[in-house]
């Protein structure tokens, strides 16, 4: 029996960088862009037979006997990608760290791989996704990303109809050899043979050793990998790249091997460890481009960029690209709104550290976190389950600092125009000397007592999402 791997060498805390920049983009993009049908899991969900997406796919296709995903794989063309308008795209969010999904769970790898031929430089778009990304981003000072969600595969094309094409050992080299239909639950009790494995981690190394990202995500279930696997995973990766990244989901790593990510979630109140969230743009259950796309507008980005980062958080945000490889004009104008915000307002974000509390107000947080149980059962329905959202008020607040003001971050007019903050009365929060809001340059009007700060809010508002109260610590 050999000795468990040695994970205490492996402790990373979140780099400095991401620390002050604390807002990021990414792009779920692939194969399953082409059908834009639902959501991202349509590869997997198309072999579920009975399902929408099984019959929407054999409506518009024919029988997923003769025509399966893989024959998607031509239609994925990306004619119109452009990864410099992709960075354009980036900045314009106000995003600082950034970069596309390596592979989903569809064994379609969107750079130049030598393990697996099924992948965006041999068929589709003949182009290196990832790596167009990477020399792009980096010329605008852009900090690199990667995500992986592969350990997915195992088992996620496996059809309850006999007849599916997956089962064709022709096509394994899309779908990967046969196997038993239960392998594609969450907890499957026959879990991934030494190939399998030993595919997965040469994935990840080929993405680390030519691309080098300052960040490499991890989706769910890398629990049904072996621990040396992960641990191989883990190693090559900070060897690489050590001053690099890693975030896990739910218990995958061990405690302190990287940065914790809370997927569509939040806490209640400051954490003493930095966390990130990532969650979408996209205002419908998918994380992809779909038929009849929906979006956030940009003030519901705003506040929960803001309560993440009163929380000591990172917030990635997710929009999905069109096949083509442009994007919707309504998800460009909704991030180019946030990207005007914190043009304006992002010292209160950048660089910034929570305060003793994340916030005040009337609205409640309960921590929520996309977890085993909803998994299991988005693994058994085929869809995603809608996250519980809550709105902030004029009534809320948020809170940031940094060695010489305190921030508070306001989300509409309050009543009678008049903010009252119990967490900065008199004796709680030393000596102020001045509050401006930003975008306006206006002196705010403040009276404070053992009881409360009160600020007195002009008539108008610099923005109609959220606005800034800077408070000089004298």
């Known amino acids: 029996m050999s000795e468990r791997p040695d994970w205490t060498r492996m402790r990373r805390e979140a780099p400095g960088w991401l620390k002050r920049d604390k807002f990021g983009l990414f792009f779920h993009w692939g194969v399953y862009s082409v059908p834009a049908c639902e959501n991202e899991w349509y590869s997997r969900n198309i072999y579920l037979k009975g399902s929408r997406q099984n019959l929407e796919h054999e409506r518009r296709y024919g029988s997923i006997s003769r025509f399966g995903y893989k024959d998607l794989i ?22 600082k760290y950034a970069g596309p999904v390596a592979e989903h769970a569809d064994n379609y790898s969107m ?12 068929t589709g778009p ?3 996704i990832v790596g167009e990304c990477e020399k792009a981003f980096c010329r605008r000072g852009i900090r690199y990303l990667t995500t992986f969600h592969h350990q997915w595969l195992w088992g996620w094309f496996m059809s309850t109809d006999p007849d599916a094409d ?14 038993p239909l239960e392998t594609n639950r969450y907890q499957p009790y026959r879990l991934p043979d030494a190939a399998f494995c030993r595919i997965w981690l040469e994935k990840v190394k080929e993405v680390v050793r030519q691309y080098r990202p300052d960040v490499l995500y991890f989706d769910g279930r890398l ?12 190693s090559a990766y900070y060897e690489a790249v050590p001053e690099g990244i890693i975030t896990y989901k739910q218990r995958d790593l ?15 109140g400051v954490q003493e460890f930095f966390w990130q969230t990532d969650d979408r743009l996209e205002d419908k259950v998918t994380w992809c481009i779909v038929q009849e796309p929906r979006y956030k507008p940009a003030g519901r980005i705003i506040q929960q960029l803001a309560d993440v980062t009163a929380k000591n958080g990172a917030l990635l ?12 004009p309504e998800a460009v104008r909704q991030l180019t709104r946030v990207g005007d915000w914190l043009a304006v307002n992002g010292e209160a974000i950048y660089g910034t550290e929570p305060f003793s509390v994340a916030g005040e107000g009337v609205t409640v947080s309960d921590e929520e976190d996309y977890n085993a149980e909803r998994l299991r059962q988005q693994m058994k329905d085929g869809l995603a389950l809608e996250s519980g959202q809550y709105r902030l008020t004029g009534n809320d607040v948020r809170y940031t600092q940094t060695d010489s003001a305190i921030y508070v971050i306001g989300f509409g007019m309050p009543e009678d125009r008049t903010l009252r903050l119990a967490a900065l009365r008199s004796g709680a929060a030393g000596a102020l000397r001045s509050a401006v809001m930003l975008g306006s340059g206006a002196e705010i009007e403040m009276q404070r007592d053992s009881g409360a700060l009160m600020l007195r809010l002009p008539e108008q508002l610099p923005f109609e999402e959220a606005y800034v109260i800077r408070l000089e610590k004298a």
């Open 111 to 122: 750079w130049n791989s030598r393990i697996n031929p099924v992948n965006s430089v041999r």
């Open 254 to 268: 061990p405690e302190g091997i990287g940065l914790r990510d809370v997927e569509c979630g939040r806490f209640t």
């Open 126 to 128: 003949r182009r290196d």
């Open 74 to 95: 031509p239609a994925f063309k990306a004619e119109c990608f452009d990864p410099d308008a992709w960075a354009d795209l980036v900045v314009k969010s106000g995003a």
């Open 317 to 328: 945000l997710n929009v999905g690209p069109r096949a083509d490889g442009t994007f919707h």
């Open 223 to 234: 629990m049904i990998l072996p621990e040396e696997v992960l641990y191989q995973a883990v």
């Open 166 to 179: 997956v089962y064709d050992p022709v096509n394994e080299v899309y779908y990967g050899p046969a196997l």
